[in-house]
Nanobody
Framework: QVQMVESGGGLVQPGGSLQLSCTAS????????IGWFRQAPGKEREFVTA????????VYADSVKGRFTISRDNARSTVYLQMNSLNPEDPVVYYCAAARVPYGPIDSGPTAYSYWGQGTQVTVSE
């Protein structure tokens, strides 16, 4: 089992930046690929970005390429999501998740992830 806790959400103005953190605990968190997803009210959860357990691979949704950056610090069991140039279309709740299996290939599909956090809310508004 791996437990995930997100933090860092809040209110930011359009064009602003925010950094989210995802802290993992439990069974060898450093062995798992970590993904970030987001969900707006009434919409399906969508993939944002993911990073491999070794940090040698990352993948981004087209909508965030060039604006968001994922990184991880395995010594702190923490994955970061740096979000720049936020706009009102960037949805509301961001979730991090750990992959179903350790040391697996990086994946953007939500079914590849089993351990989800409770989410952190991001609001982009004047």
């Amino acid at each position: 089992q791996v437990q995930m806790v997100e933090s860092g959400g809040g209110l930011v103005q359009p064009g602003g930046s925010l950094q989210l953190s995802c802290t993992a605990s439990g069974r060898t968190p450093s062995a798992y690929n970590i993904g970030w997803f987001r969900q707006a009210p009434g919409k399906e959860r969508e993939f944002v970005t993911a990073i491999s357990w070794s940090s040698d691979a990352t993948v981004y949704a087209d909508s965030v390429k060039g604006r968001f950056t994922i990184s991880r610090d395995n010594a702190r069991s923490t994955v970061y999501l740096q979000m720049n140039s936020l706009n009102p279309e960037d949805p509301v709740v961001y979730y991090c998740a750990a992959a179903r299996v350790p040391y697996g290939p990086i994946d953007s599909g939500p079914t590849a992830y089993s351990y989800w956090g409770q989410g952190t809310q991001v609001t982009v508004s004047e």
